[in-house]
């Protein structure tokens, strides 16, 4: 079959069959041609290619290996090359009978298991574990922790049955409260095998737990398998967890198996990697050779000596040493930065340096970081360059475009009483100007208000009202309206995933105008697309059916979850990436970044859940999770300096932005003695001086001017066809700017703009647009906080009136400040009051439908109770005389009207006045913040005017159990005016029309999102 060159170390591991193989294979050292050689090896002494099965982790994997295989032994081999997860797939469904399974079973999704978990939290009986307003992450951390429970072949009667043995034993109250925890861990373990059965689900834990349940109970079918294969090899074999080494056990009787393991490469340990598997093996079979691949092909000797004296502090390594086949190269160079920003542009600017003096490709450049977060800042760098980057890693579905369109129209169709963003979505996309919007939106604000409307009024408006709305584009709104009438009748007789491919398909344009297009990025959205009609598919199936709304609904809960996108693009770009990602990766240049304390090794954090030392199976290291987990992170530090080839960078900063503190070094650098060690050439940058003279003078920011100049000058002179090609150069350097390439700009999709009507053409021209912000509007301290916030949140709020739906915490707030106020009226009409009265009004006012499960409304009912509780201790100690509640007031600010309600006024024995304003949030303002907060200026400015004078004192009373803490400052005349003049700066803002985001707002609790011209182009 032709010779292949290898090593001794490659040769010895090929021909060695006389009993179980470890192969230990270092990084570069031809751990792929060795199995590969391996199989070609076995065939020719005789063994059949049908026998031999290859078991590896990922498809891609798999396919690889399959591939390298085939071209040495021929098409259609035979052999068995599979995932651990497919192959038990398979045999499950040929013994389906055994198991006891139905044929038609289907893999339940990551999604449909979460929606699931918060369909049916009430059932699950928790009785120790807190549930939060939002219970996805809940779900997540209780799905993981089955998981792992699966990866030790635990069951929940297992889990049942050693939680009530530990109970009946003296443990002291915080070894009880972790029991209490994993016995509600057990219930919802429970459930969750129960509801698969039912349904004929399992999921990918399943395949491997009952496979090996299979092969451990029945001898017949064992026997059966072991003597369907010869050979038995596995590939990354570090990275397999305790169920899936077992099962290997099972299959191979330990004369026919090789393993590849490299124990320094072990980095999933957070998704049940098994870290004792090499002496698990030795103890499964006593006679297992180990031979080491010493020879790294990939990096220079520097490289794969430094990497080494890193690796080495980790204990009980397996004994193996490498050597690196190319010989002497470059140095490593650790690089210091006074601070974050100057790290990313130092790294930048030597990116620059080999690109254009050592003509290197970009796609040659890797830079690593421990989060993928930290990647951001270096991909703005070299965008900033106009260096062709990829920033890659997870996205979540909802983050396209594409989705967020699709999104909007179908919950409209799922509930169109209520989706007041998804209809300026729609009539956005569907080139409704903002003004007609913006009527619309105030006649269904002012009829809700007047009127029994249905939900926010919008939709009620378009049925009935349509014809008295003064717009311009009525014909245009009456045929949007039409379409998602037909799609509304449609899903009331059709199944979810048949009405979103009728919507995607044929009311709206969203699958044509992509395949029309037929480029890179449309071929990428009907993928997209694709998948959300998959997902709907999927989750139209959660406990036995739902309707179209409750689709839409699961949806929404599990969009947070990550689509693995991890592979990178064929692109010649840069790529920044995580460690993680760039395993089974290499490139001529490697930055491994931000190799810093609480960076790389990142923080130890316990989990949330975790599996028992006692039920944990297998060979064990008897030592804490905070030294595992340390580590680990030396493991990954290694794995990303071994993706090096020929030159390496370790960089760290002084100094973090927002930190006043000056950070360590990583002590994986430190360990490296890096001041003094000969592999190393130690490197001091200088401080990045002005960012914002940077950005200006930068290549990318040059050109942006320079089109942006000539667009005006194009324009100005009537040149319209220059002027577009001047706007689509803009659009191609702000897509570099953002994305770090030009992979996916839709060329097509830019251009797709709806021409404005003769009406509206006629209203510029005249000037009768009237300003969006009407001059009478009235302000409130919660309106000026939120254009602080984010000023386009204040116009989708506040000015185009676009509705969102309830919160449940604001309700919770809502009652809590109703009980407070009825327990002081009842004070100062001179009644006692006392706990049993609170929970009198408290059980008239609370308002529990807004709950989605009743286990979350007990524990938030019990919460409100220990805020009442914490409240009457305030009032025991209290010596001022409450004199006003929900005082509300109305102000001027140089001819704004300013309203609101003062929750609470004390009079104290002097006579001077204390302003109060109950929080129950659990994130406290700072006293050193309340100075400057608006609402208590406007708050001190009202009582002056109603009472002659400023109060001396003003703060906040935070109620929530974990706070519990009034906080007040000292009222300063000159400080309240300072915000005040603040104020008038914003109104007079606000009236310009001034919504442009100038500081990077928090988005990710914001309703707007969908509709967010500034999120959705960030």
Not at 194 to 203: A, E, I, L, P, V
Not at 939 to 965: F, H, I, S, T, W
Request: proline share 3%.
């Amino acid at each position: 079959m032709g010779d292949i060159k290898l090593n001794p170390s490659q040769s010895q591991a090929v021909d060695y069959t006389d009993g179980p193989l470890l192969i230990l294979a270092g990084p570069g050292s031809g751990k792929t041609l060795t199995i590969t050689e391996k199989v070609v090896n076995l065939v020719d002494e005789g063994f059949s290619p049908e026998r031999i099965l290859a078991l590896t982790f990922s498809e891609k994997a798999a396919g690889e290996m399959e591939e390298r295989i085939e071209n040495r032994i021929g098409e259609s081999s035979a052999i068995t090359v599979s995932t651990f997860h497919s192959y038990c797939n398979d045999l499950l469904k040929e013994f389906s009978l055994y198991v006891g399974i139905n044929q038609g079973t289907r893999l339940i999704s990551q999604e449909h298991s979460h929606v699931w978990g918060i369909n049916n939290i009430d059932s699950f009986g928790f009785e120790n574990i807190a549930i939060p307003n939002r219970p996805y992450d809940l779900i997540t951390s209780l799905l993981e922790g089955v998981s792992q429970l699966h990866d030790h072949l635990v069951g929940p009667q297992e889990l049942q049955d050693f939680v009530t043995r530990k109970l009946d034993e003296t443990v002291d109250e915080e070894e009880r409260d972790e029991l209490l925890k994993l016995a509600d861990i057990a219930r919802f373990y429970s459930h969750y095998q129960q509801y698969k059965r039912d349904h004929n689900f399992m999921d990918y834990d399943d395949m491997i737990t009952m496979t090996c349940r299979l092969l451990e109970n029945n001898e017949v079918v064992r026997n059966q398998i072991r003597n369907r294969y010869d050979y038995v090899l596995v590939d990354e074999f570090q990275d397999t967890n305790y169920a899936q080494l077992y099962l290997i056990n099972l299959i191979a009787d330990g004369t026919n198996l090789t393993c590849v393991a490299d124990d320094d490469q072990c980095i999933y340990r957070f998704r049940g990697a098994y870290l004792s598997n090499i002496k698990q093996l030795q103890d499964y079979y006593a006679s297992l050779e180990k031979i080491p691949l010493d020879r790294n092909y990939r990096s220079s000797s520097q490289i794969v000596q430094l990497s080494q004296q890193l690796i080495a502090t980790n204990p009980e390594r397996e004994d193996k040493t490498l050597h690196s086949h190319n010989g002497d190269g470059e140095k490593i160079k650790v690089v210091k930065s006074p601070d974050d920003s100057s790290e990313a542009q130092w790294v930048a600017d030597e990116i620059q340096r080999l690109i254009e003096e050592e003509d290197i490709t970009p796609e040659e450049i890797f830079v690593l970081t421990r989060k993928r977060a930290d990647g951001k800042k270096y991909s703005d760098a070299l965008k900033g360059k106009m260096i062709p980057v990829e920033y890659v890693g997870n996205l979540q579905l909802k983050n396209y475009p594409i989705v967020q369109e699709a999104l909007a129209y179908m919950h409209i169709v799922a509930d169109p009483f209520n989706n007041g963003i998804a209809f300026a979505k729609v009539f956005a996309r569907e080139g409704v100007s903002e003004h007609d919007l913006q009527k619309i939106n105030t006649v269904a604000k002012k009829l809700s208000r007047e009127t029994e409307l249905e939900g926010d009024g919008i939709y009620s408006v378009l049925q009935h009202h349509l014809d008295d709305v003064p717009i311009i584009q009525k014909a245009l709104v009456k045929s949007i309206l039409a379409r998602l009438n037909e799609l509304i009748d449609y899903r009331k007789n059709h199944l979810p995933s048949d009405t979103v491919k009728y919507l995607l398909s044929e009311k709206t344009d969203l699958y044509r105008a992509q395949l029309l297009a037929d480029t890179l990025a449309s071929r990428r959205n009907i993928h997209i697309l694709n998948s959300l009609t998959s997902m709907v598919q999927d989750l139209e199936l959660v406990d036995g059916g739902s309707e179209f709304a409750r689709a839409v609904e699961y949806l929404e809960l599990v969009f947070n979850l990550d689509i693995g996108d991890e592979e990178t693009s064929e692109e010649n770009t840069v790529k920044v990436m995580t460690i993680h990602q760039s395993k089974g990766k290499e490139a001529k240049v490697v930055f491994v970044c931000d190799m810093a304390d609480r960076h790389l090794p990142l923080r130890f954090t316990k989990k949330q859940f975790r599996v028992p030392r006692e039920l944990e199976k297998g060979v064990q290291r008897d030592v804490e999770d905070k030294i595992l987990h340390l580590e680990e992170e030396r493991r990954l530090a290694y794995v990303a300096m071994t993706r090096s080839r020929e030159k390496l960078y370790l960089t760290f900063p002084e100094k973090y932005a927002g930190n006043k503190r000056g950070i360590k070094p990583s002590e994986f650098v430190t360990q490296l003695d890096y001041e003094s060690n000969p592999l190393i050439e130690y490197i001091e940058t200088d401080k990045l001086q002005d960012t914002e003279t940077v950005t200006t003078e930068s290549p990318l920011k040059g050109k942006q001017d320079e089109y942006l100049r000539l667009l005006n000058m194009y324009a100005g002179q009537g040149q319209m066809k220059q002027a577009l090609e001047a706007l689509v150069v803009l659009a191609q350097l702000k897509e570099i700017e953002n994305k770090g390439n030009l992979a996916v700009f839709d060329i097509e999709e830019f251009l797709k703009i709806t021409p404005k009507e003769m009406g509206e053409l006629e209203a510029l021209v005249n000037e009768d647009l009237p300003p969006l912000v009407d001059s009478d509007m009235r302000f409130s301290a919660s309106k000026i906080r939120q254009y602080m916030e984010c000023p386009l949140k204040f116009k989708y709020s506040n000015v185009l009136n676009i509705p969102i739906p309830q919160k449940t915490f604001f309700q919770t707030g809502t009652d809590v400040h109703s009980v407070f106020e009825q327990l002081c009226r009842h004070k100062m009409q001179g009644e006692s009051i006392d706990m049993e009265l609170a929970n009198r009004i408290l059980d008239k006012t609370w308002d529990g439908s807004v709950f989605d499960s009743e286990t979350h409304e007990q524990q938030e009912l019990e919460r409100v109770r220990q805020m009442l509780e914490y409240w009457f201790e305030f009032e025991e100690s209290n010596v001022n005389e409450t004199i006003a509640v929900e005082e509300k007031f109305n102000l001027k600010l140089d001819g704004a009207q300013f309203g609101g309600v003062i929750d609470r006024i004390d009079q104290t024995p002097a006579g001077d006045y204390i302003v109060i304003d109950y929080k129950t949030s659990k994130s406290p303002l700072s006293k050193n913040k309340m100075p400057e907060d608006v609402q208590l200026a406007l708050y001190c400015q009202a009582v002056r005017e109603r009472y002659g004078k400023y109060p001396v004192k003003a703060g906040l009373m935070y109620v929530n159990p974990k706070v519990r803490d009034l906080r007040l400052m000292d009222v300063d005349e000159a400080q309240i005016n300072s915000v005040l003049d603040g104020v008038r700066g914003i109104v007079a803002d606000i009236k310009a029309e001034d919504f442009e985001v100038k500081e990077e707002p928090n988005c990710y609790f914001c309703d707007y999102k969908g509709i967010c011209e500034w999120y959705n182009h960030q």
